[in-house]
């Protein structure tokens, strides 16, 4: 997680220092934003179309992705908000070879939607958590010793995490975020863990 997570920590906090004042108001409407960071599939049985993946393993690498929503303050200095996401992995695919099986997932892309509550501690910086639903397409191949297996399979489930968002101009704000996601059920134990660093603007 390391090397992914220092240089963005660093970055957020590089913003936070030239933050010009900004207002509440940032956090009220439609925004759209890009975020990247680090990402950990574990994978254990997996059951897909094809058959069951025994893996047993995880993987670290980079994604990234565009995000967009909308934020509304019911309460003063609370702040609702509802989210969707696409996201790309990059180089993490997981698998496992022996003897006389192998299988491998390779997750493509996966979209999420969910909400966050959260509240500002100042007028630009809002501390949230985060919950939703997770959709993940990936590849699948697999080979026993009933032959070869290969195509594309959907997983799904749910995540939870939470984060920091700091406005940093009146329609820009930065936000660093953990999340963690369940894509198992049915026999398949299949959880990412991710850490983001975002950049938001605020229509």
């Not at 254990?44 to 670290?60: K, W």
Request: include cysteine; charge should be negative.
């Amino acid at each position: 997680m390391k090397p992914y997570f220092l240089p963005l920590s660093l970055g957020f906090a590089s913003l936070c220092a030239i933050a010009t004042p900004a207002s509440a108001q940032t956090f009220e409407g439609p925004y759209v934003g890009a975020q990247a960071g680090w990402s950990q599939n574990k994978l254990g049985t997996v059951e897909t179309d094809g058959g069951a993946a025994q893996i047993d393993d995880s993987r670290d690498a980079a994604t990234a992705g565009v995000f967009f929503g909308y934020n509304i303050q019911p309460a003063n200095r609370i702040v609702l908000s509802a989210e969707g996401a696409v996201n790309f992995g990059f180089d993490d695919g997981v698998s496992r070879s022996q003897k006389d099986a192998m299988g491998r997932i390779n997750p493509e892309y996966g979209f999420d939607l969910g909400v966050r509550a959260g509240y500002l501690v100042t007028d630009n910086t809002l501390v949230y958590a985060r919950g939703g639903y997770e959709n993940i397409r990936a590849s699948v191949r697999l080979r026993n010793i009933e032959g070869a297996y290969g195509d594309k399979d959907n997983f799904d489930g749910w995540s939870v995490g939470g984060g920091v968002e700091r406005a940093v101009t009146d329609r820009i704000s930065a936000r660093v975020e953990y999340r963690y996601s369940d894509l198992g059920g049915s026999g398949t134990k299949f959880e990412r863990h991710q850490a983001l660093f975002g950049i938001a603007y605020h229509f």
